[in-house]
């Protein structure tokens, strides 16, 4: 599988700021989605941000469909965005909107514009200030698909949004890694989101990626597990990816469920499982 977005060793520093981007390497294969995943503050947007370049990277390579990605206004067409905070021009409707965008995007096609201002319920004439925030949402991401972008930067797309709006989002993501070959990059603080769509994990704390993995091998190989400090003793040390300890009991966070002693059972477990015991405990 190609590479639609390749990061290598990006590091990003804040003037006044003690966080540090730090040596951020990462893919997304072609055709795929994946999630990003962290706790507020870990590093997810500025990573983005130096994706779609409106910040710049200390060091470290961006590949964008396998070129270097140094701003080049054809590769910025290719790259939909829908961001947390994005606003566009209030006055306009989201007909009048189109027209904007028309001159923006060289391939802009106001036929799958107006197909997804209908298919999200989207109001043709109301001016886009009197919007709400969900819908804010769904019309940044009408337009980021009407410009037949390949990679989708979503930063909490799904965030404020009903269960129905968030479904209709997750459906859409779906369906246009599937018909065209196109990635996309998710974050996401509701993980059930995008344990229901993402192939891959990436997960952030601190600034780091501290795991990296395809969802089905962290859901089938790996394992979490509550032992005793005494049980804790018993793992092998080389499979354990995080542990956490609370009160007397550990929780561990195993990458494979082999070899492990008859005193354990695997239990199910959830993707916020996974998150909570590598934001909150110790990544080995
Ligand atoms: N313009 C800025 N100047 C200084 N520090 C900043 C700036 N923007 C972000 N930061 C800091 O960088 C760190 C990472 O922030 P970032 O927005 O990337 O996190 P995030 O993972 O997207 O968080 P959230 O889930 O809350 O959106 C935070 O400590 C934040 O305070």
């Known amino acids: ?17 003690s966080f540090k981007l730090n040596e951020v390497s990462f893919t997304i294969p072609n055709g795929s989605i994946v999630g990003f995943i962290g706790s507020n503050g870990a590093g997810k947007t500025t990573t983005m941000g130096t994706i779609i370049g409106t910040l710049k990277k200390d060091s470290g390579t961006i590949h964008v469909f396998g070129e270097e990605f140094l701003q080049q206004p054809a590769l910025k067409e290719e ?15 989201t007909i009048q909107l189109g027209k904007v965008m028309r001159l923006l995007y060289k391939s802009w096609d106001q036929e799958m514009y107006r197909h997804y ?20 949402m769904k019309l940044s991401l009408a337009v980021a698909l009407s410009h037949d972008a390949k990679l989708f930067i979503l930063d909490e797309a799904t965030a404020g949004l009903d ?24 974050s996401s603080h509701i993980t059930s989101d995008i344990e229901k769509i993402a192939d891959k994990l990436i997960f952030i704390k601190d600034g780091e990626i501290v795991l990296n993995v395809m969802k089905e091998t962290l859901l089938q190989k790996h394992g979490i597990f509550s ?26 966070l195993v990458s494979t469920t082999d070899g492990l002693p008859a005193t354990f059972t695997k239990q199910p477990f959830s ?9 909150r405990g110790v990544v080995v």
């Open 79 to 93: 790259i939909g965005v829908v961001f947390d905070n994005m606003t566009f021009s209030n006055n306009l409707n």
């Open 163 to 186: 269960p129905a709006g968030r479904a209709e989002i997750l459906e859409v993501c779906v369906a246009i890694v599937k018909e065209k070959k196109r990635g996309i990059l998710m």
């Open 117 to 136: 201002l209908k298919l999200f319920s989207l109001p043709a004439k109301e001016k886009i200030k009197g919007f709400s925030r969900g819908m804010s």
């Open 1 to 17: 599988m190609t590479a639609i977005l390749e990061l290598q060793n990006v590091c990003k520093q804040y003037e006044g700021s």
């Open 227 to 252: 032992c005793t400090r005494n049980d804790f003793e018993q793992l092998n040390k080389a499979n354990i990816v995080a542990y956490f300890e609370r009160d007397d009991l550990i929780d561990v």
């Open 271 to 279: 993707i916020d499982d996974v998150s909570l015991i590598l934001m």
